[in-house]
């Protein structure tokens, strides 16, 4: 089972530069959500989408732009990247609202220099 | 103030001891309360989930809610060395997109 599938794992990225961060998964899931870890920081939402052509900002959206023409794919595109977006991102997805079943992709561990 | 405060820990327990986690928050909307389990370089993995206060038992896992005192818990039974791990803490308030808010994770070391 595939199940939530990110790429790249890693990746460095200069100040300034462009990239996107690639999300699909395999499930049929109408709920698709990124989200970044900060050391100690637990996760903070940044945009998440309840179905494909809807997308919705979540706690820390800038900086980052989304889209989501699929049901399975949901790519994050960060412009100008910064300092700042040093984290580790991950997607996720959950089929309803219920929030039992909520299944996270590996992380994509990306540094800004 | 966050809305969900939890201790980073570490926490260190020998093998076969109870592990106690637990989180503190701010908001009464919410709702939903879990917790999830994360090995180090690896996304989360749900390990309980509970619906308003009360408790819930699965296998050597108990989770609690305490809602009056906006206090939610965590105890692993017979802790084995691969329950070594952060645990974080989340919750909603709606069903409806599901946002979670997390705690920022507790990590926890079980010494055989």
């Given at each position: 089972n ?38 100690g ?47 580790v ?25 | ?30 709702q939903?309360f879990?917790?999830y ?76």
């Amino acid at each position: 089972n595939a199940g939530v599938t990110q790429t790249p794992k890693f990746r460095i990225l200069k100040i300034g530069q462009s990239m996107t961060l690639q999300c699909a998964q395999d499930m049929n899931h109408n709920y698709m959500y990124w989200y970044r870890q900060d050391p100690g920081m637990g996760l903070k939402l940044i945009y998440y989408s309840v179905g494909a052509g809807i997308t919705d900002k979540g706690e820390v959206p800038n900086g980052y732009n989304v889209s989501r023409s699929t049901t399975e794919d949901f790519p994050l595109r960060l412009e100008l990247a910064a300092p700042s977006q040093t984290s580790v991102y991950f997607c996720a997805s959950t089929p309803d609202s219920s929030g039992n079943t909520i299944y996270f992709g590996e992380g994509s561990w990306l540094t800004v220099v | 103030q966050k809305e969900v405060e939890q201790d980073p820990g570490p926490l260190s327990v020998p093998e076969g001891a109870i592990v106690s986690l637990n989180c503190t928050y701010s908001n009464s909307a919410f709702q939903y309360f879990m917790w999830y389990r994360q090995y180090s370089r690896k996304g989360p993995e749900l390990l309980m989930y509970t619906y308003s206060s009360g408790n819930k038992e699965d296998g050597r896992f108990t989770a609690q809610v305490d809602k009056s005192s906006k206090y939610i818990s965590l105890f692993i039974r017979d802790s084995q060395p691969s329950d070594s791990a952060t645990y974080l803490c989340a919750m909603s308030g709606q069903a409806a997109g599901n946002k979670l808010t997390f705690g920022g994770g507790t990590r926890v070391l079980v010494k055989p």
